[in-house]
C-alpha cells in the first residue's frame, strides 16, 4: 500500500554515472523506506516498485527509488 512503510534499505544503484549529486552521496548508506508505488508504463523503471524516504528527505532529498538500486536488510 503506498505510503506504508517498507523496511530499511542499503542504496546500492547499479550506474553511478546517471545519478544527480545529492544521490552519489547517498551510495552505501542504510535508510528506511516507505512503499511509494510501481512505475507506470514508460517510466524507466516500468513494472517496479518505487520507495521514498520514511519519514525524511534527509538522504534522497526526496528522490523516489527504484526497487533495483535497493537491498533490502533484516530488521
Do not use: H, N
Amino acid at each position: 500500500m503506498p505510503g506504508a512503510y517498507a523496511g530499511r534499505v542499503r542504496f546500492r544503484p547499479a550506474d553511478l554515472e546517471t545519478l544527480p549529486p545529492v544521490l552519489r552521496l547517498a551510495v552505501g548508506r542504510v535508510v528506511k523506506v516507505a512503499f511509494a508505488g510501481i512505475a507506470l508504463p514508460g517510466d524507466p523503471f516500468t513494472g517496479q516498485g518505487l520507495y521514498l524516504e520514511w519519514c525524511s528527505d534527509d538522504v534522497f532529498d526526496g528522490f523516489l527509488i527504484p526497487e533495483q538500486d535497493l537491498e533490502f536488510l533484516g530488521a
